[in-house]
T-cell receptor
Framework: QQPVQSPQAVILREGEDAVINCSSS?????VHWYRQKHGEAPVFLMI?????EQKGHEKISASFNEKKQQSSLYLTASQLSYSGTYFC?????????????FGKGTLLTVNP | KAGVTQTPRYLIKTRGQQVTLSCSPI?????VSWYQQTPGQGLQFLFE???????NKGNFPGRFSGRQFSNSRSEMNVSTLELGDSALYLC?????????????FGAGTRLSVL
C-alpha cells in the first residue's frame, strides 16, 4: 500500500519552515526520504528505523512515530536549493523480502 | 567515487518493440533495484537484484524482466512495449540492499513509446 504524503504541494519564501508528512496504513520498519529536482536523480536525505536509529543529512531533521505509522520531515530556514519534490519510501519489514513503497511526492517551491 | 550510471538517458520506441536499459551501480554495491516513475503513480518498485539473483519483485507484468551480472551491473528489459510503459525508469544501488541501507539513484532513462 502506497504511503500518503501531505501536503501535495507547498510554496515558501526563503527562510520559512515547512513540514512534510508521510502516513502508512501498515506497520513500518523504516522510512526513507529523498528529494528530486526536475530532470535529476532522487537524492537521499534520511533513513529512520524502527527503534529510533537515524542516518542522514546533518541539516535535515525528521521524526518517526512507529505507533501512528507516520513520519515527518522538517525543513527549517528554507533555502532556494530546497526546492524540489520530496518522496518518502516505506518498508514494512527488515528482511530480505523487503521493498520500498514510495508516496506520490510533495512539491516544494522556495521563492526569494 | 562514481555514482550510479544509467544508459541510455533517452529512448524512443514504438508499440510492440522491446527495449533494454542498463544500470551500473556504485563500485562495491551488490544490490540494484529498478523503479518506474510516472506523474500519476509516482515511483513504483519493479524488482531488486542481489548477487545476480532476483530477490524481490513488484506488481508488474512478466513483460518486465531483468538480470544482474557478476560485476553487479544490471539490465532491465521490457518486451512488447505499450503506450503506458512511457515513463522514467530509475535504478538504485545499495551496498547490501535491505530496508536499513541507503539506496543511491541514477538519473534514469526516459522511455517514450509512440
Amino acid at each position: 500500500q502506497q504511503p500518503v504524503q501531505s501536503p501535495q504541494a507547498v510554496i515558501l519564501r526563503e527562510g520559512e519552515d515547512a513540514v512534510i508528512n508521510c502516513s502508512s496504513s501498515k506497520a513500518l520498519y523504516s522510512v526513507h526520504w529523498y528529494r528530486q529536482k526536475h530532470g535529476e536523480a532522487p537524492v537521499f536525505l534520511m533513513i529512520l528505523l524502527k527503534g529510533g536509529e537515524q542516518k542522514g543529512h546533518e541539516k535535515i531533521s525528521a521524526s518517526f512515530n512507529e505507533k501512528k505509522q507516520q513520519s515527518s520531515l522538517y525543513l527549517t530556514a528554507s533555502q532556494l536549493s530546497y526546492s524540489g519534490t520530496y518522496f518518502c519510501g516505506t518498508a514494512d519489514n527488515g528482511g530480505s523480502n523487503y521493498k520500498l513503497t514510495f508516496g506520490k511526492g510533495t512539491l516544494l517551491t522556495v521563492n526569494p | 567515487k562514481a555514482g550510479v550510471t544509467q544508459t541510455p538517458r533517452y529512448l524512443i520506441k514504438t508499440r510492440g518493440q522491446q527495449v533494454t536499459l542498463s544500470c551500473s551501480p556504485i563500485s562495491g554495491h551488490r544490490s540494484v533495484s529498478w523503479y518506474q516513475q510516472t506523474p500519476g503513480q509516482g515511483l513504483q518498485f519493479l524488482f531488486e537484484y542481489f548477487s545476480e539473483t532476483q530477490r524481490n519483485k513488484g506488481n508488474f507484468p512478466g513483460r518486465f524482466s531483468g538480470r544482474q551480472f557478476s560485476n553487479s551491473r544490471s539490465e532491465m528489459n521490457v518486451s512488447t512495449l505499450e503506450l503506458g510503459d512511457s515513463a522514467l525508469y530509475l535504478c538504485a544501488s545499495s551496498y547490501a540492499g535491505g530496508a536499513k541501507n541507503i539506496q543511491y539513484f541514477g538519473a534514469g532513462t526516459r522511455l517514450s513509446v509512440l
